[in-house]
């Protein structure tokens, strides 16, 4: 959804920040189901990362329409600020995901190229940073292990 500032009616923000907020439950929903519930983790972890994106681009343009209203009610303008709070908290969340994954990407192809020992500390390092989130019954690692591509990575990257 794209916004033009134009002019911003009351429905209009309201319906964004409708979408916003459902983005966001997704986005928790899958997480939930990937490390914390008995569900498929390769499934719930590619689609918590996808809907990670448009979260992001949502949230924005929450934020656009707000800069640009004018006599917008506080009551849907407080609803909007309070999705967008939620929403980013679920955007952090997301985000240390897919770092810790470009992280272990990284470290793999760095270590393909030259397999000298720091790079070797490296890899288990960003190993060790998959081993995340801790309080769940899966971590990023599970995912890695099981799930294409991270699976394709680990055997034709790393072999130590």
């Known amino acids: 959804m794209t916004v033009t500032a134009k002019k911003v009616s009351v429905g209009k923000v309201k319906v964004v920040t409708l979408h916003t907020k459902n983005l966001y439950r997704a986005f928790d929903n899958y997480y939930q189901k990937a490390f914390y519930l008995e569900k498929d983790i390769c499934a719930n972890v590619g689609q918590a990362l996808k809907t990670l994106k448009k979260l992001q681009s949502a949230v924005s343009e929450l934020k656009t329409l707000l800069e640009a209203a004018q006599n917008l009610p506080e009551e849907v303008r407080k609803t909007a600020e309070e999705?967008?709070?939620?929403?980013?908290?679920?955007?952090?969340?997301?985000?240390?995901?897919?770092?810790?994954?470009?992280?272990?990407?990284?470290?793999?192809?760095?270590?393909?190229?030259?397999?000298?020992?720091?790079?070797?500390?490296?890899?288990?390092?960003?190993?060790?940073?998959?081993?995340?989130?801790?309080?769940?019954?899966?971590?990023?690692?599970?995912?890695?292990?099981?799930?294409?591509?991270?699976?394709?990575?680990?055997?034709?990257?790393?072999n130590f």
């Open 83 to 158: 999705v967008i709070k939620d929403a980013e908290s679920s955007i952090s969340k997301g985000l240390d995901l897919k770092k810790r994954l470009k992280e272990f990407e990284a470290a793999t192809n760095i270590y393909k190229k030259n397999p000298s020992e720091e790079n070797k500390n490296r890899v288990e390092k960003a190993i060790e940073n998959l081993k995340f989130p801790t309080e769940g019954n899966k971590t990023l690692w599970d995912y890695v292990q099981n799930c294409n591509p991270w699976k394709k990575y680990l055997q034709k990257r790393v």
